[in-house]
């Protein structure tokens, strides 16, 4: 198939896609780029490519060419790519394993795809999504990922309901406090098989009462000249500990 025209019905669907009600309504998303392209073919989600006219690909999907306009049309990138792909959300597994991430609130895109990306690296099980984060089928969070959302379990809770879930499970539940916290640094090899780790908002941590369901509280140690790390960077750091042997 091949399109021309910028009023094109199929145009105007993949540009609708830029938003989050659209992508909820459709279960479908856009990736862009040749790398998310092909992170997205090895997971089995493509439904189609988009592919500029006089460009080619050796996927075995239906591909829709376009013209170059078109393309800079439905793009959210500065400088637009010659291949974009239609894709269908992923099958979230109803199991969340023995290690978990809970993210409270987090807003920015490229926090919660650097998180997501950590995950991965760090033997993450399950990431759960609480009230108030951003869609992690956001373009931003989807580039911020590095392809790495197509191969997680990502899933949205309620995280008040989902706690005492844990727990039934044995599953310790973390928060993060300095005052009466554990240095990272000092947990045992036994609490790092089944853990729950919950991370906050950018500007205001985790909600009171989620941090009063937690069985512990842990820190990170640094510097006294530095108040705080960004969030996406202590995740980081925490989930390294929790897979260090």
Same mark, same amino acid.
């Given at each position: 198939m091949q399109i021309t025209s910028l009023?094109?019905?199929?145009?105007?669907?993949?540009?609708?896609?830029?938003?989050?009600?659209?992508?909820?309504?459709?279960?479908?998303?856009?990736?862009?780029?040749?790398?998310?392209v092909e992170e997205a073919y090895r997971a089995g989600l493509i439904d189609e490519v988009i592919l500029? $006219?006089?460009?080619?690909?050796?996927?075995?999907?239906?591909?829709v060419f376009v013209t170059k306009e078109i393309i800079a049309k439905i793009t959210t990138l500065e400088s637009p790519p010659t291949i974009l792909a239609l894709c269908h959300k992923k099958e979230m597994k109803e199991?969340?394993?023995?290690? $978990?991430?809970?993210?409270?609130?987090?807003?920015?895109?490229g926090n919660l795809g650097t998180m997501i990306r950590s995950s991965k690296a760090f033997h993450i099980d399950s990431i759960v999504l609480g009230e108030g984060c951003v869609d992690f089928y956001n373009p931003k969070v989807l580039r911020s990922t590095q392809g790495m959302i197509f191969h997680s379990n990502i899933v949205t809770a309620?995280?008040?309901g989902l706690i005492p879930k844990l727990k039934k499970e044995n599953i310790v539940v973390y928060g993060t406090r300095v005052e009466s916290g554990i240095d990272i640094r000092t947990i045992k090899k036994e609490k790092k098989e089944k853990f729950a780790l919950i991370m906050g908002n950018e500007g205001n941590g985790v909600h009171q009462e989620i941090l009063e369901l937690c069985d512990e509280y842990l820190y990170i140690p640094m510097s006294e000249e530095v108040e705080s790390l960004n969030v996406a960077i202590a995740t980081s750091i925490l989930l390294y500990e929790f897979d260090r042997r």
């Open positions: 009023e094109n019905e199929r145009v105007k669907k993949y540009c609708r896609l830029k938003e989050k009600k659209y992508r909820d309504q459709e279960n479908q998303f856009i990736v862009e780029g040749n790398h998310l500029e $006219i006089g460009e080619e690909c050796s996927f075995n999907v239906p591909i199991s969340l394993g023995n290690k $978990i991430l809970i993210l409270d609130e987090i807003q920015d895109p309620k995280i008040e």
